[in-house]
């Protein structure tokens, strides 16, 4: 890992802090209000948390097992990244099927537009990344962007799979 790629990284965190801080002043600055999970949905939420905690630690002991018998796996910190990414699916497709991912005043059509386009972002470079890379570990295995893309992408599908029962379910 290059000094240039953690630079960018924090950069990118940073740059997505600061765009959720502005559109919270926005919002706020609007007369809107945060909105607010209802009891239920902090009930499922936590389950969530659960689970997505129990499959990142099996993940991660399931790498430890694999990196101790040496076999090939992701560079570490992508590993790593694999396994939050997997952790955040799992909270997210948990939350999302038990109707605990939005809050009661969200707008879930705004927010899946959010989501579509950031992961069109990065699944755009992820693959810029395999066509141009210089060598297959560097196009495959240490590709934050697909991976980060896939994540996101598996989330949207779940949202709309979701979305499509309940519009189903309401027609009947």
Known sequence: MNVEWAIGVVVGLLIVAVACLVVRKIVLARGGKPGEYDERQQIVRGRAFTVAY???????????????????????????????????????????????????SDR????????????????????????????????????ANLMTGIMLAAILVCALIKLARDRRGGEE
């Not at 430890?64 to 997997?86: E, I, K, R, T």
């Open 54 to 104: 129990a499959t990142i630690l099996i993940y991660l002991a399931a790498w430890m097992v694999l990196n101790a018998m040496q076999v090939p796996f992701f560079s570490n910190s992508h590993s790593v990244l694999l396994g939050l990414l997997l952790s955040v699916a799992v909270f997210a497709g948990y939350s999302i099927f038990h109707d605990a991912y939005f809050r009661t």
């Open 108 to 143: 879930p059509a705004a927010w899946l537009a959010v989501l579509a386009v950031v992961s069109a972002l990065n699944l755009a470079i992820g693959i810029g990344r395999l066509v141009r890379g210089a060598t297959l570990e560097a196009r495959l295995y240490e590709n």
